[in-house]
C-alpha cells in the first residue's frame, strides 16, 4: 500500500457523460500527479499540481481538466466521454518536486 | 522534447538467469531516473531509482546504470524468480517537472 487512495475503483459510464476521479495523495506529500493508462499502453502523464498550484501539463485533453484542492486531494473531472476515454486512471504524490512518485491504485473507467 | 525510449517490449528469460532492459532519453537535462514495476491490473511501484551525480545503484538482486553522456540508462535483474514477471517501465524527470515513462517490458520468467 503506496499511502495514496483514489476513488472509485471501478466507474462505468455512457458516451457524452460527465465523471470525477479523486485522489488522496500520501500524508504530506504536496505534489499530486493525474497519468492514463489505455489497454496494453503505457503511463501518459495527463497533469500536475503542486500545493494547489498547477505545475506541468502533459497531453490532456481539453475536454479533461483537475485542481487541487487547500487539504491537497485533487480531483479529475472528464468531461463529453467517449469510447477511447475507456483506460486507468492513475494518481501518484510525491513529497515535493524532483521525489519519488507513488502511485495509488487507480481508477478503472469504461465509457459504453 | 521528453522522449524516451525502452528496449525491448518484450523479454522472456529462464529463472536464475539475468534480465536487462535499457531506456534512452532526449532531454540532457534530465537527472532523475526511476523504475517501476507494474503486475497485472497493480498500481506502478517504484522499484529502485537513480540520479544523475551517480552511476550505478544496486539494490539486492536490482540494479540501475546510468551514462549521461551517451543518455541511457539501464535496469538489470540477476537471479530472476517468477515473483519478477511483471512490465517494467522506465522514465526520466525532466525540467519541468513531469515524468516521462517508456513504453514498457512485458518481463516473462519461465521456470
Known amino acids: 500500500d503506496s499511502g495514496v487512495t483514489q476513488t472509485p475503483k471501478h466507474l462505468i459510464t455512457a458516451t457524452g457523460q460527465r465523471v470525477t476521479l479523486r485522489c488522496s495523495p500520501r500524508s504530506g506529500d504536496l505534489s499530486v500527479y493525474w497519468y492514463q493508462q489505455s489497454l496494453d499502453q503505457g503511463l501518459q502523464f495527463l497533469i500536475q499540481y503542486y500545493n494547489g498550484e498547477e505545475r506541468a501539463k502533459g497531453n490532456i485533453l481539453e475536454r479533461f481538466s483537475a485542481q487541487q484542492f487547500p487539504d491537497l486531494h485533487s480531483e479529475l473531472n472528464l468531461s463529453s466521454l467517449e469510447l477511447g476515454d475507456s483506460a486507468l486512471y492513475f494518481c501518484?504524490?510525491?513529497?515535493?518536486?524532483?521525489?519519488?512518485?507513488?502511485f495509488g491504485p487507480g481508477t478503472r473507467l469504461t465509457v459504453l | 522534447g521528453e522522449n524516451v525510449e525502452q528496449h525491448p517490449s518484450t523479454l522472456s528469460v529462464q529463472e536464475g538467469d539475468s534480465a536487462v532492459i535499457k531506456c534512452t532519453y532526449s532531454?540532457?537535462?534530465?537527472?532523475?531516473f526511476p523504475w517501476y514495476k507494474q503486475e497485472l491490473g497493480k498500481r506502478p511501484q517504484l522499484i529502485i531509482d537513480i540520479r544523475s551525480n551517480v552511476g550505478e545503484k544496486k539494490d539486492q538482486r536490482i540494479a540501475v546504470t546510468l551514462n549521461k553522456t551517451a543518455k541511457h540508462f539501464s535496469l538489470h535483474i540477476t537471479e530472476t524468480q517468477p515473483e519478477d514477471s511483471a512490465v517494467y517501465f522506465c522514465a526520466a524527470d525532466f525540467n519541468d517537472y513531469k515524468l516521462s515513462f517508456g513504453a514498457g517490458t512485458t518481463v516473462t520468467v519461465r521456470a
Open positions: 501518484a504524490s510525491s513529497r515535493r518536486l524532483y521525489n519519488e512518485q507513488f
Open positions: 532531454d540532457s537535462a534530465s537527472n532523475y
